[in-house]
Protein backbone atom coordinates (compact mmCIF):
# COMPACT_ATOMS: atom_id res chain seq x y z
CA UNK A 1 0.00 0.00 0.00
CA UNK A 2 1.14 3.41 -0.82
CA UNK A 3 1.19 6.22 1.69
CA UNK A 4 -2.21 7.52 0.93
CA UNK A 5 -3.80 4.73 1.11
CA UNK A 6 -2.93 3.26 4.61
CA UNK A 7 -4.90 5.62 6.59
CA UNK A 8 -7.75 5.41 4.38
CA UNK A 9 -7.62 1.55 4.92
CA UNK A 10 -7.66 2.75 8.44
CA UNK A 11 -10.58 4.68 8.21
CA UNK A 12 -12.80 2.72 5.79
CA UNK A 13 -11.77 -0.70 8.42
CA UNK A 14 -12.79 0.70 11.39
CA UNK A 15 -16.45 2.58 9.55
CA UNK A 16 -16.70 -1.61 8.36
CA UNK A 17 -15.95 -2.97 11.42
CA UNK A 18 -18.35 -0.12 13.23
CA UNK A 19 -21.08 -0.69 11.59
CA UNK A 20 -21.04 -4.63 11.92
CA UNK A 21 -21.19 -4.14 15.76
CA UNK A 22 -23.63 -1.85 15.34
CA UNK A 23 -25.75 -4.11 12.76
CA UNK A 24 -25.95 -6.85 15.41
CA UNK A 25 -26.50 -4.96 19.05
CA UNK A 26 -29.46 -2.77 16.96
CA UNK A 27 -32.47 -4.02 18.28
CA UNK A 28 -34.49 -2.18 15.41
CA UNK A 29 -34.52 -4.80 11.97
CA UNK A 30 -33.92 -1.38 9.87
CA UNK A 31 -31.29 0.03 11.70
CA UNK A 32 -29.41 -3.18 11.42
CA UNK A 33 -30.16 -3.40 7.93
CA UNK A 34 -28.47 0.25 7.37
CA UNK A 35 -25.53 -0.16 9.34
CA UNK A 36 -24.83 -3.28 7.06
CA UNK A 37 -25.39 -1.30 4.42
CA UNK A 38 -22.71 0.97 5.77
CA UNK A 39 -20.29 -2.11 6.72
CA UNK A 40 -20.63 -3.16 2.88
CA UNK A 41 -19.80 -0.11 1.33
CA UNK A 42 -16.77 0.38 3.65
CA UNK A 43 -15.81 -3.20 2.22
CA UNK A 44 -15.84 -2.12 -1.13
CA UNK A 45 -14.03 1.07 -0.62
CA UNK A 46 -11.31 -1.46 0.86
CA UNK A 47 -11.20 -3.16 -2.51
CA UNK A 48 -10.98 0.28 -4.96
CA UNK A 49 -7.84 0.61 -2.51
CA UNK A 50 -6.64 -2.93 -3.32
CA UNK A 51 -7.12 -1.81 -7.21
CA UNK A 52 -9.92 -4.31 -7.52
CA UNK A 53 -12.44 -1.56 -8.62
CA UNK A 54 -14.58 -3.89 -10.94
CA UNK A 55 -15.31 -6.22 -7.58
CA UNK A 56 -15.77 -2.98 -5.33
CA UNK A 57 -18.77 -1.71 -7.97
CA UNK A 58 -20.18 -5.15 -8.44
CA UNK A 59 -20.21 -5.10 -4.44
CA UNK A 60 -22.53 -2.11 -4.60
CA UNK A 61 -24.36 -3.07 -7.51
CA UNK A 62 -25.21 -6.90 -6.17
CA UNK A 63 -25.10 -6.58 -2.39
CA UNK A 64 -26.30 -3.01 -1.41
CA UNK A 65 -28.32 -1.99 -4.31
CA UNK A 66 -30.11 -5.38 -5.34
CA UNK A 67 -29.81 -7.68 -2.08
CA UNK A 68 -30.43 -5.16 0.99
CA UNK A 69 -33.13 -3.61 -0.72
CA UNK A 70 -35.08 -7.05 -0.95
CA UNK A 71 -33.90 -7.81 2.79
CA UNK A 72 -35.44 -4.17 3.70
CA UNK A 73 -38.29 -5.34 1.70
CA UNK A 74 -38.84 -8.42 3.38
CA UNK A 75 -38.26 -6.44 6.90
CA UNK A 76 -41.15 -4.31 6.12
CA UNK A 77 -43.71 -7.01 5.65
CA UNK A 78 -42.54 -8.96 8.40
CA UNK A 79 -44.52 -7.79 11.64
CA UNK A 80 -43.07 -4.85 13.35
CA UNK A 81 -40.62 -5.42 16.24
CA UNK A 82 -42.69 -4.78 19.59
CA UNK A 83 -40.03 -2.04 21.62
CA UNK A 84 -38.24 -4.16 24.82
CA UNK A 85 -39.09 -7.27 22.94
CA UNK A 86 -35.58 -8.20 22.33
CA UNK A 87 -33.95 -10.36 24.47
CA UNK A 88 -30.28 -11.16 26.12
CA UNK A 89 -30.07 -14.45 24.93
CA UNK A 90 -27.45 -15.04 27.91
CA UNK A 91 -24.12 -16.08 27.61
CA UNK A 92 -23.80 -19.45 25.85
CA UNK A 93 -24.47 -17.47 22.08
CA UNK A 94 -21.71 -15.18 23.37
CA UNK A 95 -19.47 -17.76 23.91
CA UNK A 96 -20.04 -19.74 20.94
CA UNK A 97 -19.97 -17.30 18.80
CA UNK A 98 -16.74 -15.89 20.38
CA UNK A 99 -15.08 -18.90 19.94
CA UNK A 100 -16.19 -18.87 16.45
CA UNK A 101 -14.73 -15.87 15.65
CA UNK A 102 -11.30 -16.95 17.57
CA UNK A 103 -11.36 -19.95 15.19
CA UNK A 104 -11.87 -17.54 12.05
CA UNK A 105 -9.08 -15.21 13.06
CA UNK A 106 -6.62 -17.50 13.84
CA UNK A 107 -7.42 -19.25 10.46
CA UNK A 108 -7.28 -15.99 8.11
CA UNK A 109 -3.73 -15.40 10.44
CA UNK A 110 -2.14 -18.47 9.31
CA UNK A 111 -3.31 -18.09 6.16
CA UNK A 112 -1.51 -14.79 5.59
CA UNK A 113 1.40 -15.50 7.92
CA UNK A 114 2.06 -18.75 5.18
CA UNK A 115 1.48 -17.25 1.88
CA UNK A 116 0.59 -13.73 2.01
CA UNK A 117 3.88 -12.11 0.61
CA UNK A 118 4.16 -14.40 -2.32
CA UNK A 119 0.28 -13.31 -3.47
CA UNK A 120 0.39 -9.81 -2.35
CA UNK A 121 3.28 -8.95 -4.31
CA UNK A 122 2.34 -5.87 -5.88
CA UNK A 123 -1.62 -5.54 -6.95
CA UNK A 124 -1.55 -3.35 -9.81
CA UNK A 125 0.75 -5.28 -11.29
CA UNK A 126 -2.33 -7.81 -11.90
CA UNK A 127 -4.46 -5.32 -14.03
CA UNK A 128 -2.21 -4.96 -16.82
CA UNK A 129 -5.43 -3.90 -19.30
CA UNK A 130 -8.01 -3.28 -16.98
CA UNK A 131 -9.88 -4.92 -14.57
CA UNK A 132 -12.93 -5.75 -16.07
CA UNK A 133 -11.39 -7.32 -18.84
CA UNK A 134 -9.30 -9.29 -16.80
CA UNK A 135 -11.88 -10.67 -14.70
CA UNK A 136 -13.83 -11.15 -18.05
CA UNK A 137 -11.15 -13.43 -19.50
CA UNK A 138 -10.27 -15.10 -16.40
CA UNK A 139 -14.48 -16.00 -15.82
CA UNK A 140 -15.20 -16.63 -19.55
CA UNK A 141 -12.08 -18.55 -20.83
CA UNK A 142 -11.07 -21.29 -18.15
CA UNK A 143 -13.90 -21.14 -15.31
CA UNK A 144 -16.82 -21.16 -18.08
CA UNK A 145 -18.19 -24.83 -16.97
CA UNK A 146 -18.41 -23.99 -13.25
CA UNK A 147 -20.09 -20.80 -13.98
CA UNK A 148 -22.71 -21.88 -16.30
CA UNK A 149 -23.24 -24.37 -13.78
CA UNK A 150 -23.43 -22.08 -10.87
CA UNK A 151 -26.18 -20.02 -13.42
CA UNK A 152 -28.29 -22.89 -13.58
CA UNK A 153 -27.87 -24.13 -9.93
CA UNK A 154 -29.48 -20.14 -9.26
CA UNK A 155 -32.35 -20.84 -11.86
CA UNK A 156 -33.35 -23.86 -10.06
CA UNK A 157 -33.46 -22.46 -6.84
CA UNK A 158 -35.05 -19.68 -8.55
CA UNK A 159 -37.99 -21.85 -9.75
CA UNK A 160 -38.01 -24.27 -6.71
CA UNK A 161 -39.11 -20.33 -4.85
CA UNK A 162 -41.47 -20.10 -7.39
CA UNK A 163 -43.21 -23.12 -6.94
CA UNK A 164 -42.97 -22.65 -3.11
CA UNK A 165 -44.50 -19.75 -3.07
CA UNK A 166 -46.97 -20.08 -5.09
CA UNK A 167 -48.21 -23.78 -3.81
CA UNK A 168 -52.41 -24.59 -3.56
CA UNK A 169 -52.76 -22.43 -6.55
CA UNK A 170 -52.96 -25.38 -8.65
CA UNK A 171 -49.75 -24.36 -10.54
CA UNK B 1 4.00 16.33 -3.97
CA UNK B 2 2.85 19.67 -4.64
CA UNK B 3 1.27 19.42 -8.24
CA UNK B 4 -0.23 16.38 -7.12
CA UNK B 5 -2.19 18.16 -3.80
CA UNK B 6 -3.89 20.51 -6.99
CA UNK B 7 -4.40 17.78 -9.27
CA UNK B 8 -5.55 14.98 -7.18
CA UNK B 9 -7.49 17.04 -4.69
CA UNK B 10 -7.65 20.69 -5.47
CA UNK B 11 -8.53 20.87 -9.16
CA UNK B 12 -11.39 17.67 -8.26
CA UNK B 13 -12.82 19.62 -5.75
CA UNK B 14 -13.41 22.48 -7.57
CA UNK B 15 -14.50 20.53 -10.81
CA UNK B 16 -17.06 18.75 -7.56
CA UNK B 17 -18.36 22.29 -6.48
CA UNK B 18 -18.95 23.52 -10.13
CA UNK B 19 -20.83 20.74 -11.33
CA UNK B 20 -23.32 20.89 -8.11
CA UNK B 21 -23.65 24.88 -8.67
CA UNK B 22 -24.64 24.18 -12.27
CA UNK B 23 -26.64 21.27 -11.82
CA UNK B 24 -28.40 23.21 -8.81
CA UNK B 25 -29.12 25.83 -11.35
CA UNK B 26 -30.29 23.41 -14.35
CA UNK B 27 -32.56 21.73 -11.86
CA UNK B 28 -34.42 24.97 -10.72
CA UNK B 29 -34.96 26.16 -14.65
CA UNK B 30 -35.59 22.35 -15.79
CA UNK B 31 -38.92 22.73 -13.21
CA UNK B 32 -39.85 26.08 -14.55
CA UNK B 33 -39.56 24.49 -18.49
CA UNK B 34 -41.79 21.61 -17.63
CA UNK B 35 -44.19 24.29 -15.78
CA UNK B 36 -44.28 26.14 -18.91
CA UNK B 37 -44.37 23.76 -21.52
CA UNK B 38 -47.01 21.65 -19.99
CA UNK B 39 -49.07 24.68 -19.49
CA UNK B 40 -48.35 25.13 -23.56
CA UNK B 41 -49.03 21.98 -24.01
CA UNK B 42 -52.46 22.41 -22.29
CA UNK B 43 -53.15 25.63 -23.20
CA UNK B 44 -52.62 27.40 -20.05
CA UNK B 45 -49.91 30.39 -19.42
CA UNK B 46 -47.54 28.59 -16.47
CA UNK B 47 -45.88 30.80 -13.92
CA UNK B 48 -46.42 34.64 -15.34
CA UNK B 49 -45.71 36.70 -12.56
CA UNK B 50 -42.76 36.53 -10.98
CA UNK B 51 -39.92 38.38 -13.08
CA UNK B 52 -40.80 38.55 -16.76
CA UNK B 53 -43.09 35.23 -17.86
CA UNK B 54 -42.14 33.93 -14.44
CA UNK B 55 -38.31 33.59 -14.92
CA UNK B 56 -37.79 34.54 -11.44
CA UNK B 57 -40.01 31.80 -10.34
CA UNK B 58 -37.62 29.13 -9.36
CA UNK B 59 -35.89 31.46 -6.92
CA UNK B 60 -39.01 32.11 -5.18
CA UNK B 61 -39.70 28.69 -5.10
CA UNK B 62 -36.52 27.69 -3.12
CA UNK B 63 -36.73 30.77 -0.86
CA UNK B 64 -40.65 29.62 0.22
CA UNK B 65 -38.71 25.78 0.50
CA UNK B 66 -36.02 27.12 2.50
CA UNK B 67 -38.39 29.53 4.78
CA UNK B 68 -40.87 26.32 5.53
CA UNK B 69 -41.62 24.62 8.68
CA UNK B 70 -40.29 21.38 9.14
CA UNK B 71 -42.38 18.61 10.31
CA UNK B 72 -41.99 15.75 11.52
CA UNK B 73 -44.77 13.13 12.32
CA UNK B 74 -44.88 11.87 15.97
CA UNK B 75 -44.88 8.60 14.91
CA UNK B 76 -41.75 9.26 12.53
CA UNK B 77 -38.71 7.20 13.34
CA UNK B 78 -36.61 10.60 13.89
CA UNK B 79 -32.90 9.75 12.31
CA UNK B 80 -34.27 7.66 9.43
CA UNK B 81 -36.30 10.33 8.55
CA UNK B 82 -33.82 12.98 8.36
CA UNK B 83 -31.47 10.80 6.31
CA UNK B 84 -33.26 9.52 4.03
CA UNK B 85 -33.62 12.94 1.63
CA UNK B 86 -29.69 12.85 1.98
CA UNK B 87 -30.03 9.13 1.30
CA UNK B 88 -31.58 10.35 -2.50
CA UNK B 89 -29.62 13.32 -2.91
CA UNK B 90 -25.86 12.15 -2.08
CA UNK B 91 -26.17 9.05 -5.93
CA UNK B 92 -27.56 11.23 -7.24
CA UNK B 93 -24.95 13.82 -7.31
CA UNK B 94 -21.98 11.55 -6.87
CA UNK B 95 -23.19 9.88 -10.59
CA UNK B 96 -22.24 13.06 -12.28
CA UNK B 97 -18.79 12.68 -11.54
CA UNK B 98 -18.09 10.29 -14.57
CA UNK B 99 -19.68 12.48 -16.95
CA UNK B 100 -17.60 13.85 -19.56
CA UNK B 101 -19.25 17.26 -20.30
CA UNK B 102 -16.97 18.10 -23.19
CA UNK B 103 -14.15 15.83 -25.26
CA UNK B 104 -11.16 18.66 -25.25
CA UNK B 105 -8.90 19.27 -21.89
CA UNK B 106 -8.53 22.52 -20.84
CA UNK B 107 -4.74 24.21 -20.67
CA UNK B 108 -4.34 26.33 -17.59
CA UNK B 109 -1.55 27.85 -17.42
CA UNK B 110 0.90 28.64 -14.54
CA UNK B 111 -0.52 31.64 -12.19
CA UNK B 112 0.06 32.95 -8.90
CA UNK B 113 -3.21 33.35 -6.56
CA UNK B 114 -3.00 37.21 -5.55
CA UNK B 115 -2.99 38.24 -1.62
CA UNK B 116 -1.66 34.96 -0.90
CA UNK B 117 1.24 34.50 -3.03
CA UNK B 118 0.54 31.26 -3.97
CA UNK B 119 1.71 29.75 -7.17
CA UNK B 120 -0.15 27.13 -8.99
CA UNK B 121 1.70 25.15 -11.75
CA UNK B 122 0.46 24.72 -15.40
CA UNK B 123 -2.60 21.98 -15.10
CA UNK B 124 -4.53 20.36 -17.51
CA UNK B 125 -8.02 20.48 -16.53
CA UNK B 126 -10.73 18.27 -17.94
CA UNK B 127 -14.56 18.21 -18.23
CA UNK B 128 -14.65 14.82 -16.01
CA UNK B 129 -14.02 14.84 -12.43
CA UNK B 130 -12.88 11.02 -13.24
CA UNK B 131 -12.68 8.74 -16.39
CA UNK B 132 -12.89 5.41 -14.43
CA UNK B 133 -12.14 2.01 -17.10
CA UNK B 134 -15.41 0.69 -15.44
CA UNK B 135 -17.70 4.80 -15.51
CA UNK B 136 -21.04 2.98 -16.84
CA UNK B 137 -20.63 0.24 -14.17
CA UNK B 138 -19.96 3.10 -11.69
CA UNK B 139 -22.92 4.95 -12.87
CA UNK B 140 -25.39 1.90 -12.64
CA UNK B 141 -24.44 0.34 -9.04
CA UNK B 142 -24.40 3.99 -7.41
CA UNK B 143 -28.08 5.27 -8.98
CA UNK B 144 -29.12 2.12 -7.96
CA UNK B 145 -28.93 3.05 -4.28
CA UNK B 146 -31.26 5.74 -4.57
CA UNK B 147 -34.15 3.64 -4.10
CA UNK B 148 -32.73 3.54 0.00
CA UNK B 149 -34.11 6.89 -0.31
CA UNK B 150 -37.34 6.22 -1.61
CA UNK B 151 -37.55 3.35 0.78
CA UNK B 152 -36.57 4.70 3.95
CA UNK B 153 -38.50 7.88 3.80
CA UNK B 154 -41.65 5.70 3.15
CA UNK B 155 -40.94 3.16 6.12
CA UNK B 156 -40.04 6.11 8.68
CA UNK B 157 -42.62 8.37 8.17
CA UNK B 158 -44.82 5.78 9.83
CA UNK B 159 -47.99 6.15 7.78
CA UNK B 160 -50.08 3.96 5.35
CA UNK B 161 -49.59 6.29 2.07
CA UNK B 162 -45.74 6.64 2.34
CA UNK B 163 -45.54 2.91 3.43
CA UNK B 164 -47.89 2.00 0.39
CA UNK B 165 -45.21 4.40 -2.04
CA UNK B 166 -41.82 3.11 -1.21
CA UNK B 167 -43.15 -0.46 -1.62
CA UNK B 168 -43.91 0.21 -4.57
CA UNK B 169 -40.96 2.67 -5.81
CA UNK B 170 -38.69 -0.55 -4.76
CA UNK B 171 -40.41 -3.09 -6.92
CA UNK B 172 -40.86 -0.91 -9.29
CA UNK B 173 -37.02 -0.21 -9.20
CA UNK B 174 -35.44 -3.34 -8.45
CA UNK B 175 -37.94 -4.77 -11.59
CA UNK B 176 -36.57 -1.79 -14.35
CA UNK B 177 -32.99 -1.96 -13.22
CA UNK B 178 -32.65 -5.32 -15.16
CA UNK B 179 -34.06 -4.05 -18.90
CA UNK B 180 -31.91 -1.17 -17.88
CA UNK B 181 -28.75 -3.12 -17.67
CA UNK B 182 -29.74 -4.91 -20.66
CA UNK B 183 -30.06 -2.05 -23.23
CA UNK B 184 -26.54 -0.87 -22.07
CA UNK B 185 -25.02 -4.41 -22.82
CA UNK B 186 -25.25 -3.57 -26.41
CA UNK B 187 -23.27 0.01 -26.42
CA UNK B 188 -20.81 -1.90 -23.94
CA UNK B 189 -20.25 -4.74 -26.89
CA UNK B 190 -19.75 -1.51 -29.92
CA UNK B 191 -17.75 0.32 -27.65
CA UNK B 192 -15.25 -2.67 -26.36
CA UNK B 193 -15.10 -0.08 -23.14
CA UNK B 194 -17.28 0.62 -19.75
CA UNK B 195 -15.21 4.22 -19.51
CA UNK B 196 -18.11 6.83 -20.94
CA UNK B 197 -15.04 8.98 -22.16
CA UNK B 198 -14.51 5.90 -24.09
CA UNK B 199 -17.68 5.23 -25.61
CA UNK B 200 -17.42 8.86 -27.11
CA UNK B 201 -14.51 8.34 -28.41
CA UNK B 202 -15.21 4.93 -29.94
CA UNK B 203 -18.48 6.85 -31.52
CA UNK B 204 -16.05 9.16 -33.08
CA UNK B 205 -13.84 6.74 -34.33
CA UNK B 206 -16.84 4.64 -36.30
CA UNK B 207 -17.87 8.04 -37.32
CA UNK B 208 -21.23 7.78 -36.46
CA UNK B 209 -23.09 8.34 -33.44
CA UNK B 210 -23.85 4.57 -32.28
CA UNK B 211 -27.81 4.93 -32.83
CA UNK B 212 -26.80 5.26 -36.36
CA UNK B 213 -24.99 2.02 -35.99
CA UNK B 214 -26.07 0.34 -39.52
CA UNK B 215 -24.24 -3.23 -39.48
CA UNK B 216 -25.96 -4.34 -43.12
CA UNK B 217 -24.81 -0.52 -44.26
CA UNK B 218 -28.56 -0.31 -44.86
CA UNK B 219 -30.18 3.23 -43.42
CA UNK B 220 -33.28 2.46 -41.39
CA UNK B 221 -31.97 -0.57 -40.36
CA UNK B 222 -30.80 0.72 -37.52
CA UNK B 223 -30.82 -1.64 -34.46
CA UNK B 224 -29.94 0.51 -31.25
CA UNK B 225 -32.93 2.31 -31.90
CA UNK B 226 -34.75 -0.84 -29.81
CA UNK B 227 -31.50 0.35 -27.20
CA UNK B 228 -32.64 3.50 -27.10
CA UNK B 229 -36.23 3.08 -26.32
CA UNK B 230 -35.48 0.15 -23.77
CA UNK B 231 -33.13 2.60 -21.98
CA UNK B 232 -35.30 5.53 -22.10
CA UNK B 233 -38.68 3.54 -21.02
CA UNK B 234 -36.52 1.88 -18.19
CA UNK B 235 -35.23 5.44 -17.24
CA UNK B 236 -38.53 6.94 -17.16
CA UNK B 237 -39.97 4.08 -14.65
CA UNK B 238 -36.17 4.34 -12.64
CA UNK B 239 -36.78 8.12 -12.47
CA UNK B 240 -40.12 7.98 -11.35
CA UNK B 241 -41.59 10.17 -13.18
CA UNK B 242 -44.73 9.81 -15.57
CA UNK B 243 -46.51 7.52 -16.69
CA UNK B 244 -44.51 5.39 -14.26
CA UNK B 245 -44.98 7.55 -11.47
CA UNK B 246 -46.74 5.38 -9.32
CA UNK B 247 -44.86 5.70 -6.03
CA UNK B 248 -46.08 9.24 -5.81
CA UNK B 249 -49.71 8.93 -7.51
CA UNK B 250 -51.22 11.51 -6.23
CA UNK B 251 -54.56 10.63 -7.31
CA UNK B 252 -54.42 7.16 -4.85
CA UNK B 253 -51.69 8.05 -2.59
CA UNK B 254 -51.83 11.53 -1.54
CA UNK B 255 -47.61 12.01 -2.45
CA UNK B 256 -46.51 8.73 -1.80
CA UNK B 257 -43.43 8.13 -0.39
CA UNK B 258 -42.66 11.79 0.28
CA UNK B 259 -46.26 12.73 1.96
CA UNK B 260 -44.84 13.50 4.92
CA UNK B 261 -42.05 15.89 4.38
CA UNK B 262 -42.09 19.43 4.10
CA UNK B 263 -39.50 22.26 3.81
CA UNK B 264 -35.95 21.84 2.98
CA UNK B 265 -36.06 17.41 3.17
CA UNK B 266 -39.12 18.16 0.83
CA UNK B 267 -36.61 20.01 -1.53
CA UNK B 268 -34.12 17.70 -1.11
CA UNK B 269 -36.16 14.86 -2.39
CA UNK B 270 -37.48 17.13 -5.56
CA UNK B 271 -34.01 18.03 -6.30
CA UNK B 272 -32.94 14.35 -6.16
CA UNK B 273 -35.79 13.31 -8.66
CA UNK B 274 -34.74 16.08 -11.29
CA UNK B 275 -31.11 15.11 -11.11
CA UNK B 276 -32.14 11.74 -11.84
CA UNK B 277 -33.65 12.86 -14.82
CA UNK B 278 -31.08 14.83 -15.88
CA UNK B 279 -28.67 12.36 -15.06
CA UNK B 280 -31.02 9.98 -17.26
CA UNK B 281 -30.80 12.29 -20.58
CA UNK B 282 -26.84 12.69 -20.02
CA UNK B 283 -26.72 8.93 -19.97
CA UNK B 284 -28.71 8.80 -23.33
CA UNK B 285 -26.46 11.46 -24.78
CA UNK B 286 -23.48 10.02 -24.08
CA UNK B 287 -24.16 6.31 -24.67
CA UNK B 288 -26.55 6.90 -27.95
CA UNK B 289 -26.57 10.17 -29.50
CA UNK B 290 -22.66 10.60 -29.52
CA UNK B 291 -22.24 13.06 -25.92
CA UNK B 292 -20.03 15.73 -27.20
CA UNK B 293 -20.55 15.27 -31.04
CA UNK B 294 -21.78 17.85 -33.19
CA UNK B 295 -25.26 16.74 -33.86
CA UNK B 296 -24.43 16.78 -38.11
CA UNK B 297 -21.14 14.38 -36.75
CA UNK B 298 -21.46 11.64 -39.56
CA UNK B 299 -23.46 13.04 -41.95
CA UNK B 300 -20.74 12.98 -44.97
CA UNK B 301 -19.33 15.98 -45.73
CA UNK B 302 -21.21 17.73 -42.97
CA UNK B 303 -19.25 16.19 -40.00
CA UNK B 304 -16.46 18.97 -39.51
CA UNK B 305 -18.78 21.78 -39.82
CA UNK B 306 -20.07 22.68 -36.28
CA UNK B 307 -17.04 21.09 -34.50
CA UNK B 308 -15.34 24.32 -33.53
CA UNK B 309 -17.74 27.61 -33.02
CA UNK B 310 -14.99 29.65 -31.99
CA UNK B 311 -11.78 29.11 -33.80
CA UNK B 312 -10.09 31.53 -32.33
CA UNK B 313 -10.05 30.24 -28.68
CA UNK B 314 -8.40 26.91 -29.90
CA UNK B 315 -8.75 24.16 -28.07
CA UNK B 316 -10.89 26.14 -25.27
CA UNK B 317 -13.24 26.64 -28.18
CA UNK B 318 -13.62 23.50 -29.29
CA UNK B 319 -14.64 22.29 -25.48
CA UNK B 320 -17.15 24.90 -25.21
CA UNK B 321 -18.54 23.51 -28.26
CA UNK B 322 -19.08 20.24 -27.66
CA UNK B 323 -20.09 21.44 -24.21
CA UNK B 324 -23.04 23.38 -26.09
CA UNK B 325 -23.86 19.85 -28.68
CA UNK B 326 -23.91 17.59 -25.21
CA UNK B 327 -26.42 20.50 -23.27
CA UNK B 328 -28.63 20.85 -26.68
CA UNK B 329 -28.86 17.05 -26.90
CA UNK B 330 -29.92 17.14 -22.56
CA UNK B 331 -32.10 19.25 -23.19
CA UNK B 332 -33.96 17.81 -26.09
CA UNK B 333 -34.33 14.41 -24.30
CA UNK B 334 -35.39 16.37 -21.25
CA UNK B 335 -38.49 18.12 -23.48
CA UNK B 336 -39.40 14.14 -24.26
CA UNK B 337 -39.30 13.59 -21.23
CA UNK B 338 -41.98 16.17 -19.93
CA UNK B 339 -43.95 15.80 -23.10
CA UNK B 340 -44.55 12.24 -21.86
CA UNK B 341 -45.73 13.55 -18.95
CA UNK B 342 -48.03 15.73 -20.41
CA UNK B 343 -49.42 13.14 -23.07
CA UNK B 344 -49.82 9.84 -21.03
CA UNK B 345 -52.07 8.58 -18.32
CA UNK B 346 -50.01 6.63 -15.24
CA UNK B 347 -50.23 3.02 -16.00
CA UNK B 348 -51.78 0.77 -13.69
CA UNK B 349 -49.67 -1.66 -10.52
CA UNK B 350 -50.19 -4.46 -12.98
CA UNK B 351 -49.82 -3.46 -16.23
CA UNK B 352 -46.34 -1.69 -14.84
CA UNK B 353 -44.92 -4.90 -13.76
CA UNK B 354 -46.34 -7.26 -17.10
CA UNK B 355 -44.77 -4.12 -18.59
CA UNK B 356 -41.12 -4.82 -17.56
CA UNK B 357 -41.12 -8.44 -16.73
CA UNK B 358 -42.87 -9.78 -20.07
CA UNK B 359 -41.90 -6.79 -22.50
CA UNK B 360 -38.87 -5.12 -21.67
CA UNK B 361 -36.81 -8.11 -20.43
CA UNK B 362 -37.15 -10.29 -23.36
CA UNK B 363 -36.90 -7.41 -25.75
CA UNK B 364 -33.79 -6.43 -23.93
CA UNK B 365 -32.46 -10.22 -23.87
CA UNK B 366 -33.35 -10.36 -28.01
CA UNK B 367 -31.44 -6.81 -28.22
CA UNK B 368 -28.37 -7.99 -26.78
CA UNK B 369 -28.40 -11.14 -29.11
CA UNK B 370 -29.29 -9.07 -32.60
CA UNK B 371 -26.45 -6.93 -32.01
CA UNK B 372 -24.15 -9.69 -31.18
CA UNK B 373 -25.03 -11.84 -34.47
CA UNK B 374 -24.87 -8.26 -36.08
CA UNK B 375 -21.61 -7.34 -35.03
CA UNK B 376 -20.29 -11.29 -35.71
CA UNK B 377 -22.11 -11.09 -39.53
CA UNK B 378 -20.24 -7.96 -40.30
CA UNK B 379 -16.76 -10.02 -38.95
Not at chain 1, 99 to 124: D, K, M, R
Request: net charge neutral.
Amino acid sequence: MTEVSLPLFLVFAAVGVFGAVMMVTRTQPVHSALYLVLTLFSVAAIYVLLHAEFLAVVQILVYAGGIMVLFLFVIFLVRPPVPGEARWHGGRHVLLSAGLAVILACALGWHFLESAPAAAGNPSALLEGGNMEQVSMTLFRYYILPFETVSILLLVSMIGAIALARKGEGV
Amino acid sequence: MKEQLIQYLAVPMLQIAAIIGVMLLCVMYLVLWERKLIAFMQVRMGPMRVGYHGLLQPIADVVKLLLKEDVVPKAADRWVHLISPIILMIPALACFAVIPFTGTSFEVGAFTIPLVNYDVPALTVTSWVADLNIGLLYFLAISSLGVYGLVLAGWSSNSKYSMLGSLRSAAQMISYEVPLGLSIVAILMLSGTASLVGIVEAQQEAGHWWLFWAPLGVPLLWPQFIGLFLYFVAAVAETNRAPFDLPEAETELVAGFHTEYSGMKFAFMFLAEYLNMILAALIVSVLFLGGWLPVTFGIPGLSELFGNFLPFLGGAGAAITGFFWLALKVFLVLTVYLWLRATFPRYRYDQLMSLGWKWLIPMGLAHVMVTALFMLLRG
